[in-house]
């Protein structure tokens, strides 16, 4: 299977464990539709169970899987198989984010596994240091997200969002830069685009916010806003 091209601005709906079963499937379809409105990319991450509903509902967004491993078919118990999700239609995962954590040797045969199956890695990193280390890796997708802004509706400064999308640029060029963690707010969107990220995304400020879909409806007005800008 070959991968999806990404195009910038993308955005990524990352509902983690907060949502899953009708929840989960209302943003999801929601989020579909505002793809296909806008001529927007978004990876849609969701619970193991749930993807295949998202896989066979949603056509313009990207499946996601919130993690995958190394593992080849055989004995592994437990353990989320490459193969599998490339089967089911999952296009991209997340790898090493900060509340699954990966060693380096993991990771690294990760995200070779997941070119062998046609399977997107977005791979999470805390500082500018780490940023650029990940990058080595060449993964699709670098996630600049400082571990202790996760969930607390503050962004970055446009200082870190620029050293390190340069970082990661700078070892890999091909790699897209996800600028993340707090993002809860319009500006923060257009901010995250506009100081050099390829793409942005949130969790808890769209599945926390009185209503998520109307959120997700104004983040997505303003990344479609600030495409004419960069």
């Known amino acids: 299977m070959d991968k999806i091209t990404l195009k910038r601005p993308f955005f990524v709906v990352n509902p983690k464990s907060y ?10 379809k929601k989020t579909d539709e505002l793809c296909e409105k806008y001529n927007l990319q978004s990876l849609f991450t969701a619970q193991l169970v749930d993807l295949p509903w998202v896989v066979a509902n949603c056509s313009h967004v990207i499946p996601c899987a919130q993690t995958m491993e190394s593992l080849k078919p055989g004995r592994g118990m437990g353990h989320v198989l490459p193969e ?21 040797g993991e990771l690294a045969r990760t995200i070779q596994r997941a070119r062998e199956v046609g399977i997107l890695t977005c791979v999470c ?49 091909q790699t897209m830069v996800l600028q993340a963690a707090g993002i809860s707010t319009a500006q923060d969107v257009h901010d995250a685009i506009f100081y050099g990220g ?21 983040l997505f007005a303003v990344l479609d806003q600030v495409r004419s800008e960069i």
């Open 125 to 173: 990193a805390d500082s500018v240091e780490e940023a650029r280390a990940i990058a080595e890796l060449h993964p699709d997708i670098v996630t600049c997200e400082l571990n202790n802004l996760i969930g607390t509706s503050q962004i970055a400064g446009k200082d870190y969002i620029r050293k390190s999308t340069e970082a990661v640029k700078s070892v890999s060029p």
């Open 84 to 104: 599998a999700l490339a089967a089911a239609g999952v296009r991209a995962t997340f790898l090493n984010h900060a509340e699954n954590p990966m060693t380096i």
């Open 19 to 28: 949502l899953y079963g009708e929840k989960l499937h209302q943003l999801a």
């Open 198 to 218: 390829d793409a942005t995304g949130g969790t808890s400020g769209i599945v926390c916010a009185p209503d998520p879909l109307v959120k997700l409806d104004e």
